[in-house]
């Protein structure tokens, strides 16, 4: 009846249909729909439901949340492409850990999809309808794979199986899915998942690599046991939380636009390990959380992002060229290698000392009582690259990781090491800012001290990426 209604509408009542029904996250059938349903209030096509058919008591968990309580995600939508592996199970998930923050998911089933999974599952779990077909004659009544292709913020392909990834590379464009991928001027994000030889295959490593010079960011997959018995390697689906980590910078840059793009952007992040024997080493406490949460914002942005981590558990940046390291001086060398860049971020707790002579073998306890370690200070890789006499980033930024004297201890910083900006917090144990999710900065400059609300480490990233955005000459803003 739906399809019919919209056929025999003219062609203004069909736009401001199209338009309503964006505003609602639904397709137009689904939206002719809900008209149909409250025709006996006597509805316009152009106007919301009237407030008295909203239930006047809802489930605490259907409330909406005040305006200033909902994540910054809120509102955003993605479409989800969910390919036929067994992982797919694991898209269910991926959908309600994306609902939770408030995005509208639309999902799309492979043919192969639906061997594992139904279409209304995925409908239920999101609240939307579960595509599944390019000749459906509802959907496909004004164009349904186009307007699925552009109604959307992010593209995520969960799982993104061999077959599926081959299409995407060779331009295919023969169901629902690919015609999709082929359409869409998003970003899109793929969590590989197959079994380890397909991942290793050489047609699959082609694949790969064309994806990503196509701009289409991968996040893992990850190594362990898989659905065969006695098979493991590396295959598995990233889990549907690393996912959401993934999708979130590239879905916060929405309406703020790619404003690095065609910078170049480095990023320190992590702890280093300075060895003292095979077994032992002189660390700190960082967790890397923050660095890490710079290098997705600026991938998001738009930039070039390689980030230079120290030891940390978490999982690399989607959309970033991740380089590991252990020690300062490993940490030194990389960023040199890293050069040239128009921004140098480093967030990185560089073990201030290092022992003189690391010990060949384990050290073991003696009668004569505690081993003389001696100290030498590691190389300052902050005021290296900012003292540069050529080649130097155009923006140099710090970190001042304090226990007291928060400012002050900052502005000497700053000025000792040669920097642009300083990144000041308090590292105090009572703060909870090293390996916590949230911190408290202070912007200091040249021109002064702004400082910044309590937010999440993601919010601090995000804001840290607007201000580099206007700092450089010709940002692009697109």
């Known amino acids: 009846?739906?399809?019919?209604?919209?056929?025999?509408?003219?062609?203004?009542?069909?736009?401001?249909?199209?338009?309503?029904?964006?505003?609602?996250?639904?397709?137009?059938?689904?939206?002719?729909?809900t008209i149909l349903r409250n025709a006996s209030a006597g509805e316009d096509i152009g106007t919301d439901p009237p407030a008295r058919h909203v239930p006047t008591r809802m489930p605490d968990q259907q409330r909406?949340?005040?305006?200033?309580?909902?994540?910054?995600?809120?509102?955003?939508?993605?479409?989800?492409?969910?390919?036929?592996?067994?992982?797919?199970?694991?898209?269910?998930?991926?959908?309600?850990?994306l609902k939770e923050r408030g995005i509208t998911v639309r999902c799309i089933l492979t043919r192969a999809a639906q061997e594992f999974i139904t279409a209304l599952s995925a409908g239920a779990l999101s609240g939307e309808h579960a595509h599944?077909?390019?000749?459906?004659?509802?959907?496909?009544?004004?164009?349904?794979?186009?307007?699925?292709?552009?109604?959307?913020?992010?593209?995520?392909?969960?799982?993104?199986?061999?077959?599926?990834?081959?299409?995407?590379?060779?331009?295919s464009a023969d169901d629902l899915a690919s015609a999709v991928l082929?359409?869409?001027d998003h970003t899109v994000l793929i969590a590989p998942a197959m079994n380890p030889s397909m991942w290793a295959h050489p047609a699959t490593r082609r694949n790969l690599a064309t994806l990503v010079d196509d701009g289409v960011v991968v996040v893992g997959p990850n190594a362990g046991e898989m659905a065969e018995a006695e098979e493991a390697g590396i295959g598995r689906?990233?889990?549907?939380?690393?996912?959401?980590?993934?999708?979130?910078?590239?879905?916060?840059?929405?309406?703020?636009?790619?404003?690095?793009?065609?910078?170049?952007?480095?990023?320190?992040?992590?702890?280093?390990?300075?060895?003292?024997?095979p077994v032992r080493y002189i660390a700190n406490r960082s967790s890397g959380k923050q660095g890490h949460a710079i290098a997705a914002a600026a991938a998001a942005s738009g930039a070039e992002v390689i980030l230079i981590?120290?030891?940390?558990?978490?999982?690399?940046?989607?959309?970033?060229?991740?380089?590991?390291?252990?020690?300062?001086?490993?940490m030194l060398a990389a960023v040199t290698r890293a050069l040239p860049a128009d921004v140098a971020i480093f967030a990185a707790a560089v073990a201030d000392w290092r022992i003189d002579k690391p010990k060949a073998n384990k050290i073991k306890k003696t009668p004569r009582g505690s081993p003389k370690l001696g100290l030498v200070e590691n190389p300052d890789v902050l005021a290296m690259i900012a003292h540069m006499a050529s080649g130097r980033p155009r923006l140099v930024i710090g970190f001042a990781a304090e226990t007291e004297r928060i400012i002050e201890h900052a502005k000497a910083k700053l000025a000792r090491k040669g920097c642009d900006w300083i990144l000041a917090n308090d590292v105090s144990v009572s703060s909870g800012?090293?390996?916590?999710?949230?911190?408290?900065?202070?912007?200091?400059?040249a021109e002064g001290v702004e400082s910044w609300p309590p937010q999440s480490k993601e919010e601090v990233a995000r804001a840290l990426v607007e201000r580099i955005a206007d700092a450089l000459p010709g940002a692009t803003g697109e």
């Open 64 to 97: 909406p949340r005040p305006q200033d309580d909902r994540p910054a995600d809120a509102g955003k939508r993605v479409l989800l492409i969910i390919g036929g592996g067994i992982a797919a199970y694991k898209s269910l998930d991926l959908v309600r850990r």
């Open 132 to 171: 599944t077909d390019l000749f459906d004659p509802a959907v496909e009544l004004d164009i349904g794979h186009i307007r699925l292709a552009r109604e959307t913020d992010l593209v995520v392909v969960a799982p993104a199986t061999a077959d599926l990834m081959a299409k995407m590379a060779g331009g």
């Open 1 to 33: 009846m739906a399809s019919i209604t919209i056929r025999q509408l003219d062609e203004k009542a069909k736009r401001r249909l199209r338009l309503r029904a964006a505003r609602h996250g639904r397709s137009m059938e689904d939206e002719a729909r």
């Open 182 to 184: 082929l359409a869409t």
């Open 433 to 445: 800012v090293m390996g916590g999710d949230r911190n408290t900065i202070h912007l200091v400059t």
């Open 309 to 330: 981590s120290g030891p940390v558990i978490l999982p690399d940046p989607a959309g970033v060229k991740t380089i590991k390291v252990e020690t300062a001086q490993d």
């Open 237 to 277: 689906m990233a889990e549907p939380l690393e996912i959401v980590a993934a999708a979130l910078p590239f879905l916060a840059s929405v309406g703020h636009g790619n404003t690095l793009t065609g910078r170049r952007v480095i990023v320190t992040s992590g702890p280093t390990h300075e060895p003292i024997d």
